[in-house]
């Protein structure tokens, strides 16, 4: 059965093809980077990535940057035939796979935001995300898939929230004032919210197809950029560069 993953990279696939690139020796490459390279020092300390459970991975395609967040990371070169025959079936290569789709549509001027926010970004980010839901969406109950500490603490000011995350050491506790639920509660907490607020971390860990079922649905961060532009999904994330 075709996956959303699958339709986004076949998209990629035929992106690069048309744009003749497929072939070429320019070399994708993308890291793990630490904390302080990825984030800076935002106001607090519970953001997934400084905790250790998830790193950003970095492609660079002509000087265009590109980033995925994973919980299976390492480094990768190789060319974009070589990246697009990797095998889909775990989260290392879809962080790998899916930098790169980011770096490459930056590179073509399909996307923009692809660079995490540092420092104070993450804050600022918070400030409008209420405001944005309510002129895209209304104003109603949300479920947020995906703990970003800074935008469940603006959200569920504002309205009826329930958020679900997968790190164990979240779930059950009550975070930024919203009780954390586990994948269990996934579907019910979808059927009860007008809108999903999902992170784009759930392109590169294949859970997206869960989402995209009907509900209205608002993506945040950088991982999710480039499928955004050659999905047409809508996207959050105005303080990354």
């Known amino acids: 059965m075709k996956t959303v993953f699958d339709t986004v990279c076949d998209r990629a696939l035929d992106l690069w093809t048309e744009e003749g690139i497929l072939d070429e020796t320019i070399t994708v490459t993308a890291a793990p980077l630490s904390v302080k390279e990825a984030i800076g020092t935002p106001d607090g300390d519970d953001f997934p990535i400084q905790k250790g459970k998830e790193k950003l991975?970095?492609?660079?395609?002509?000087?265009a940057r590109g980033q995925a967040f994973t919980d299976h990371y390492g480094n990768y070169s190789g060319t974009l035939r070589e990246i697009a025959s990797l095998?889909?079936?775990?989260?290392?290569h879809r962080a790998v796979f899916v930098s790169t789709m980011n770096a490459v549509?930056?590179?073509?001027?399909?996307?923009?935001n692809t660079?995490?926010?540092r420092d104070k970004g993450p804050a600022e980010c918070a400030k409008g995300v209420f405001r944005y839901i309510e002129e895209y969406y209304g104003k109603g109950r949300v479920t947020i898939i995906g703990?970003?500490?800074?935008?469940?603490q603006a959200v569920s000011a504002?309205?009826?929230v329930r958020l679900v995350d997968l790190d164990p050491d979240n779930i059950g506790q009550t975070k930024r004032g919203v009780l954390v639920e586990g994948g269990e509660a996934t579907a019910d907490a979808i059927d009860w919210a007008d809108m999903l607020l999902v992170t784009g971390t759930t392109l590169a860990n294949a859970s997206i197809d869960l989402f995209l079922a009907g509900k209205?649905?608002?993506f945040y961060g950088t991982t999710i950029a480039g499928a955004a532009s050659l999905m047409g999904?809508?996207?959050?994330?105005p303080q990354s560069s």
Not at 57 to 63: G, I, L
């Open 57 to 63: 991975m970095e492609a660079n395609f002509r000087d």
């Open 158 to 160: 504002e309205t009826d």
């Open 233 to 237: 999904w809508n996207r959050y994330c």
């Open 105 to 112: 549509c930056r590179s073509l001027g399909l996307t923009g």
């Open 115 to 117: 660079v995490h926010c």
């Open 87 to 92: 095998s889909r079936d775990d989260n290392y």
């Open 216 to 218: 209205p649905v608002l």
């Open 147 to 152: 703990f970003q500490p800074a935008l469940a």
